[in-house]
């Protein structure tokens, strides 16, 4: 039998910086993953300075053999509309490709690994947790995304009625000749809201990079609106007409719109495995990290006492840094969708809404807290 003091399932960022976290206070954690790393992730793949500074990441150290691609504006706008373009005059993320970055992040925590293994079994055996047979430990962090098995052995629901996003992307090496036709700017990713604010594509070059991708709450045709996106994409000439076809899926739930049992006796969960992505952008990385290290802070400061009063402080300190999981859009829920529409038309071809509300509050500083719908934010531009 396999024992440790943590058992971490799922490698991503959520699962990597809780281990480092532990790893540094001294415990033996094993890390358990079905995917052997490094791994293709599918995700657009950026990350803002405050997540460098969570991970204190060495940039130098990590762009000298990886992709970082520093960030300085966008291009935002909805698909068939006019584009705004922001400019900063500084970096304001970084572009990465998450098969290199999850790995590095992975590899730094020295945990012990047990990579290309899945989870078929969690047992309650006196007090502790026993893993396929294998690994007994008496804390087990549950860090492997919406599916992850640790979520849905605490009941989460992988589909229904929570407000669910799911997204395409593919990411590949530009060839000289496609590089050419790419009219992207690698420091100016490209943003396209969908007509009916169901959710956005984008496209954005990383160096030698291209990562082209669309996300919806509604994910009714999705590889339909994928297609007529990239076709829009081909008739605007942004991108180069031979691209790869085979896109790669993913989901993820949005914090306040899905309600997720998060701890059990000698049991939580972090990242996207507890709902966390931020409502307007769908950005995850950033709440991974954060509840990554909440959790470890939790576990280090239980002292071996796993038990679910002990954990209730984990969430506490997510309602404290995300704000209550509840959403409501209060009186703008019964505003007819064709005046939301009208409206949003509007706003989206305005400067001042594009910086400070779609990229200031959405993706360069996503917080949970904003968890309402587009109507939210109708809301906070008319009632500031």
Request: charged letters at 20%; proline letters at 5%; a positive charge.
């Amino acid at each position: 039998m396999d024992r440790c003091d943590a058992l971490i399932v799922g490698g991503g960022p959520a699962g990597s910086s809780c281990a480092l976290a532990l790893r540094r206070a001294g415990m033996d954690v094993v890390v358990l993953d079905k995917s052997s790393f490094p791994r293709n992730k599918p995700c657009a793949g950026w990350i803002t300075p405050p997540v460098v500074g969570l991970l204190q990441l060495d940039l130098l150290d990590y762009q000298s053999s990886r992709v970082l691609q520093p960030i300085t504006g966008f291009s935002v706008g909805r698909l068939g509309g006019p584009m705004v373009q922001t400019h900063y005059g500084s970096v304001v993320s970084y572009g990465i490709r998450r098969c290199e970055f999850d790995h590095y992040l992975l590899a730094r925590t020295q945990a012990r690994m047990r990579l290309g293994e899945s989870v078929e079994s969690l047992e309650r055996v006196n007090g502790s947790w026993r893993i396929n047979g294998q690994i007994e430990t008496p804390i087990v962090v549950g860090a492997g995304g919406h599916f992850c098995p640790v979520a849905r052995f605490l009941g989460a629901k992988t589909s229904g009625p929570a407000t669910i996003v799911a997204a395409q992307e593919v990411e590949f090496e530009l060839t000289d000749a496609q590089l050419a036709e790419c009219r992207v700017r690698p420091d100016v990713p490209e943003l396209y809201f969908c007509r009916d604010l169901q959710g956005y594509g984008w496209c954005f070059r990383k160096q030698h990079y291209l990562n082209i991708g669309l996300g919806r709450e509604d994910s009714n045709r999705l590889s339909q609106h994928v297609r007529d996106f990239v076709e829009y994409l081909h008739q605007t000439g942004r991108i180069p007409r031979e691209i790869p076809d085979r896109f790669l899926g993913h989901a993820y739930a949005l914090y306040g719109h899905s309600t997720r049992e998060l701890i059990g006796d000698g049991m939580l969960l972090v990242g996207d495995a507890a709902a966390l992505a931020a409502p307007y952008s769908g950005e995850g990385i950033r709440t991974a990290v954060e509840s990554g290290l909440l959790a470890a802070d939790t576990i280090v400061s239980s002292a071996g006492r796993y038990d679910r009063d002990s954990l209730q402080q984990y969430v506490t300190g997510l309602v404290s840094r995300f704000g209550s999981p509840q959403s409501s859009d209060g009186w703008l829920a019964h505003v007819p969708l064709r005046f939301k529409l009208g409206v949003a038309g509007v706003l989206f071809a305005s400067t001042w809404f594009t910086r400070h509300v779609v990229l200031g509050r959405w993706f360069l500083s996503p917080s949970v807290r904003h968890r309402a719908t587009f109507a939210g934010s109708i809301k906070s531009i008319l009632l500031p």
